[in-house]
Structure formats: structure tokens, C-alpha cells
């Protein structure tokens, strides 16, 4: 069954350098052996000015589970990873999701 990896940035303390590191953190994970397609997310700004629930969102999709695990455990996850930490320092969650449709 497909599977997608999701990352949730959580809203960070400075915008303005996530979105200036955040290309390069892009590059990386175009890297990852299997990755199929990847989809990169900004999460829309409230209308009445409250902070959003996350600030962005990164899917990773790979052709099954044992595709996905081995894509975070090569080389080049230990080159994204760092990254994806950094970029998350206000907090983050990551998923393994079965794509269902």
C-alpha cells in the first residue's frame, strides 16, 4: 500500500528564517531514495489574526512502508533529517501514514 510521510511544522519563532532555509531542506529530501512525489504545504493565516494550528506541512510519498523506512534510515536521510529538526524548533510531529485512496 502507498505510503506517505508527513512532517507538521508547528509555527516558528522567526518566519522569515524558515522560509530562507527551508529551499535547501526541500533539496535534501528530494534526495531520498524511493521518494515517489513530495508536496509542500503553507498553512493559510486565520482571518481574525490567532496563530494557526501548524505553519506548514511536507508529504513524502513512497511506493509502500518498506519503502519509506528504508528512504529515513540511508545516507541521505542523515543528511534531511538535521534540517527537518532545525526547521522544527518550535515543534513539529512526523507521520507515517497507508494511503488509503
Same mark, same amino acid.
Given at each position: 500500500?502507498?505510503? /506517505?510521510?508527513?512532517?507538521?511544522?508547528?509555527?516558528?519563532?522567526?518566519? #522569515? #528564517?524558515?522560509?530562507?532555509?527551508? =529551499?535547501?531542506?526541500?533539496?535534501?529530501?528530494?534526495?531520498? =531514495? !524511493? $521518494?515517489?512525489?513530495? %508536496?509542500?504545504?503553507?498553512?493559510? =493565516? /486565520?482571518?481574525? !489574526?490567532? %496563530?494557526?494550528? #501548524?505553519?506548514?506541512? $511536507?508529504? $513524502?510519498?513512497?511506493?509502500?512502508?518498506?519503502?519509506?523506512?528504508?528512504?529515513?534510515? !540511508?545516507? %541521505?536521510?542523515? %543528511?534531511?533529517?538535521?534540517?527537518?529538526?532545525?526547521? @522544527?524548533?518550535? @515543534?513539529? /510531529?512526523? $507521520?507515517?501514514?497507508?494511503?488509503?485512496?
Amino acid at each position: 500500500m502507498p505510503t /506517505k510521510i508527513t512532517i507538521v511544522y508547528d509555527n516558528p519563532t522567526d518566519p #522569515a #528564517a524558515f522560509e530562507a532555509d527551508y =529551499p535547501a531542506s526541500l533539496e535534501l529530501a528530494r534526495k531520498l =531514495p !524511493g $521518494l515517489e512525489r513530495l %508536496e509542500s504545504a503553507k498553512v493559510w =493565516p /486565520k482571518e481574525d !489574526g490567532t %496563530e494557526t494550528p #501548524a505553519y506548514r506541512t $511536507l508529504d $513524502l510519498y513512497f511506493a509502500d512502508y518498506d519503502a519509506a523506512s528504508a528512504a529515513v534510515a !540511508g545516507p %541521505e536521510a542523515a %543528511e534531511f533529517f538535521p534540517t527537518v529538526f532545525a526547521l @522544527g524548533e518550535a @515543534g513539529l /510531529k512526523a $507521520l507515517f501514514s497507508d494511503i488509503e485512496q
